[in-house]
């Protein structure tokens, strides 16, 4: 156990388990991103089976059935916690759990919140853990598990950031992220998506030239910035079909730069039924002067879900005129 580490002792199937919670750092940045790292170590008895998953199909991938909570300990305030949006569950697995073998996750802090001032916090997790017996199988899972619930705590130190040490900060995760093993990779580009700086643009150009999931990960990444970089790499990925899907389309919608926009349209007779929905969609956020005109155009379209979205929206921006 590092100092300020805390552990909670639970008893579990008849087992003891320690679970504890470690920052990557003590000390950071007022933007910089962090994990936490949750483990579950066996101390006593037999291995068992740790059921996880099911919850972090969401729009910040979170694992929504960790409960975080952020204290400023020397103003006595909690934190707000970000909104992940609708929740649509996800797979759900078992892991073994044993003495040489703890279980740890890995839990991106940006994703719950938002440091606005520096100074010390006080960061909670509560995880109700769901044991099950060994063997185990997907069979089993639809049997009741047992149930326990564990709070651990850490402390962290923030301090104002310059803007030469977000550049820093931009240039670790980025160069990690442009590294080849898998899990180097995807950590570090949930912690980059998290620094609302233009500069991390220039990394995710990079990481697009990798193609396969990768280069999908890197053109979502660009859709909100605003910038002559990102949407021409985005306007050169969207001439190919393969590029052109509901996320990434409607993700354009939302981008600011005035290019932007006239790249959306451009797709506006795209074979594809929910890349044609998807336009319509970007309008309807984009609210441009001729938008209630662009959007009458959908009202001839060959498929009849893409027609009453059309309709519905222009009811709606009627009733707002």
């Keep these: 156990m590092t100092p300020g580490e805390s552990v909670t002792r639970v008893e579990a199937l008849g087992r003891?388990?320690?679970?504890?919670?470690?920052?990557?750092?003590?000390?950071?940045?007022?933007?910089?991103?962090?994990?936490?790292?949750?483990?579950?170590?066996?101390?006593?008895?037999?291995?068992?089976?740790?059921?996880?998953?099911?919850?972090?199909?969401?729009?910040?991938?979170?694992?929504e059935s960790y409960a975080l909570t952020a204290t400023d300990v020397e103003?006595?305030?909690?934190?707000?916690?970000?909104?992940?949006?609708?929740?649509?569950?996800?797979?759900?697995?078992?892991?073994?759990?044993?003495?040489?073998?703890?279980?740890?996750?890995?839990?991106?802090?940006?994703?719950?919140?938002?440091?606005?001032?520096?100074?010390?916090?006080?960061?909670?997790?509560?995880?109700?853990?769901?044991?099950?017996e060994e063997p185990w199988s997907a069979a089993s899972m639809r049997e009741s598990a047992a149930e326990v619930r564990v709070q651990v705590a850490t402390k962290l130190e923030v301090r104002p950031s310059s803007p030469a040490e977000?550049?820093?900060?931009?240039?670790?995760?980025?160069?990690?992220?442009?590294?080849?093993?898998?899990?180097?990779?995807?950590?570090?580009?949930?912690?980059?998506a998290t620094i609302e700086d233009d500069r991390v643009v220039a990394y995710y150009v990079r990481l697009l030239q990798g193609r396969g999931e990768r280069s999908f990960v890197a053109l979502k990444r660009l859709c909100p910035h605003a910038t002559d970089e990102a949407v021409e790499a985005l306007g050169q990925a969207l001439a190919e079909p393969m590029y052109r899907t509901y996320e990434l389309v409607r993700g354009l919608?939302?981008?600011?730069?005035?290019?932007?926009?006239?790249?959306?349209?451009?797709?506006?007779?795209?074979?594809?039924?929910?890349?044609?929905?998807?336009?319509?969609?970007?309008?309807?956020?984009r609210h441009p002067a001729d938008g209630g005109e662009r959007m009458r155009a959908f009202l001839a379209d060959p498929d009849p879900d893409v027609r009453e979205e059309a309709r519905q929206l222009l009811e709606a921006l009627a009733s707002e005129s």
């Design 75 to 132: 103003r006595g305030r909690s934190l707000p916690i970000r909104d992940a949006g609708p929740q649509l569950g996800g797979v759900v697995g078992g892991r073994r759990i044993s003495a040489d073998r703890p279980f740890r996750r890995r839990l991106l802090l940006a994703h719950w919140v938002r440091f606005d001032a520096a100074g010390a916090y006080r960061i909670a997790v509560d995880k109700q853990l769901r044991c099950a």
């Design 166 to 192: 977000r550049g820093a900060i931009i240039d670790e995760w980025g160069g990690r992220m442009l590294a080849a093993d898998d899990t180097a990779w995807r950590e570090a580009d949930q912690a980059l």
């Design 253 to 285: 919608g939302e981008n600011r730069h005035p290019r932007a926009l006239e790249l959306l349209w451009s797709l506006r007779g795209d074979e594809a039924a929910n890349i044609r929905l998807a336009v319509l969609q970007g309008l309807s956020r």
């Design 16 to 63: 003891e388990l320690a679970v504890s919670l470690e920052p990557d750092r003590r000390q950071i940045l007022q933007d910089e991103p962090v994990y936490l790292s949750l483990q579950v170590r066996l101390v006593r008895g037999e291995s068992l089976i740790l059921i996880e998953g099911g919850d972090y199909r969401n729009h910040l991938g979170r694992p």
